[in-house]
């Protein structure tokens, strides 16, 4: 029987952030995320003696700016922009695997004000380098919905 106990230990993570609110119109905020994979243990798998695990880091940072919350429609739309770039944890004979993404969206207020449909754009390119054995593209398009009403509530008789 093998214990996994002493063979997988996951990383620590270490991450910060800060924010900014300006007028509850701009919201800037950036990101940082560093997890140690290099000390991580891990079995190694059988047939894959050229990977192995090196730290990963990762910084993000988007703005969102409505122009006017108590404006015309398309003055409470929410227009936001973002991007990131990681360097991955995973290192194939000296490669590591790095991706960068941007993106773009809106928030749409329905008409009772409180719902919000969001739509959003997003390009990702992932790569290996400094040989290119991993080089893709990725665009997603994203709709939520916000559903922010007051549900089960019941209103107190006096």
């Known amino acids: 029987m093998v214990k996994l106990r002493d063979k997988f230990s996951l990383p620590e993570t270490w991450g910060a ?4 609110d300006w007028n509850d119109r701009l919201q800037a905020e950036v990101d940082v995320t ?6 991580a243990k891990y079995h190694q798998i059988e047939n894959f003696s050229s ?5 990963r880091w990762r910084i993000g940072a988007g703005l969102s700016y ?4 108590r404006g015309g429609y398309f003055k ?13 944890y995973i290192m194939v004979e000296g490669n590591h695997v790095r991706d960068y993404g941007i993106s773009c969206g ?7 004000e409180k719902t919000v449909i969001n739509l ?17 593209q990725y665009f997603h398009v994203t709709l939520g919905i916000n559903f922010n ?10």
Do not use: C, H, M
């Open 17 to 20: 952030g800060l924010a900014y």
């Open 34 to 39: 560093y997890q140690n994979w290099s000390k």
């Open 51 to 55: 990977g192995k695990f090196d730290n």
């Open 66 to 69: 409505r122009p006017d919350p």
């Open 76 to 88: 409470r739309v929410t227009y936001r922009a973002g991007g990131y770039y990681n360097r991955d």
């Open 106 to 112: 809106f928030g749409l207020p329905a008409a009772s």
């Open 120 to 136: 959003g754009f997003e390009y990702i390119n992932r790569q290996a380098t400094p040989n290119p054995l991993l080089k893709e």
């Open 149 to 158: 009403q007051v549900w089960f509530f019941q209103n107190k008789l006096r």
